[in-house]
């Protein structure tokens, strides 16, 4: 039971650092990329959410996704209460999500 929850939560985690690669490459070019590796790990979390019965998560999940990347793209904000999504709040996530990844690899490696 542990085992498939921990591979969960890093699918979910390592899907959220390659949107915050794939919002950098989108603030650079100013359009939206296929960003096939984050696709790929969308997929992941789709078929666990989907195998959990979060249809609703899933949603939100694919929404923000697409989003982040649409928001960056044209350097907007994702809703009213954030100003627009610049160079620096897409580096920071991307820090802050290899920090997390990493905690969690330190926190997940002890088996029960």
């Known amino acids: 039971m542990i085992a498939p929850l921990k591979q969960q939560l890093v699918t979910e985690k390592e899907c959220e650092k390659e949107l915050w690669i794939c919002a950098e490459q989108a603030w650079n070019s100013r359009s939206v990329p296929r960003c096939?590796?984050?696709?790929?790990?969308?997929?992941?979390?789709?078929?666990?959410?989907?195998?959990?019965?979060?249809?609703?998560?899933?949603?939100?999940?694919?929404d923000r996704f697409d989003n982040v990347l649409k928001a960056s793209a044209r350097r907007e904000s994702l809703d009213s209460t954030e100003g627009p999504i610049t160079l620096e709040k897409i580096k920071s996530s991307q820090v802050e999500s290899d920090k997390l990844l990493n905690k969690l690899s330190q926190v997940l490696k002890v088996d029960y």
Do not use: C, H, P, S
Request: net charge positive.
């Open 36 to 62: 096939e590796k984050g696709r790929n790990k969308l997929g992941l979390v789709r078929a666990n959410m989907l195998g959990d019965g979060n249809k609703a998560q899933l949603k939100v999940t694919e």
